[in-house]
């Protein structure tokens, strides 16, 4: 079970300039209402044939809408042999910045 993580703790990630590496699997139609800066967008649905744009090197949070898709998107990536965090409560929830 891949390793969850809080909006707050992404938030504070992002303003102590860490690197921090997010995939946004929703739909481009969720995604068209805002998206974490600098957040990666692959579907949930192309995520095992777009696996090649990642690093097993990095590590990725994962968010979806509700937090439900990113949980399984997150055991596709860990079983792939990817380092990830699953964002708890998904974008319903973010209070950081939108781009």
Do not use: F
């Amino acid at each position: 079970m891949a390793k969850q993580v809080t909006q707050e703790e992404v938030v504070e990630r992002l303003t102590n300039g860490e690197e921090v590496n997010v995939i946004d699997i929703r739909e481009s139609s969720e995604v068209a209402s805002g998206k974490i800066p600098g957040a990666k967008h692959i579907p949930l649905g192309q995520l095992v044939l777009r696996q090649d744009e990642l690093e097993k090197e990095k590590r990725y949070i994962i968010t979806c809408q509700t937090g439900n898709r990113s949980k399984a998107a997150s055991g596709i990536l860990e079983a792939l042999g990817y380092k990830v965090e699953d964002m708890i409560g998904g974008m319903n929830n973010w209070q950081g910045e939108t781009e």
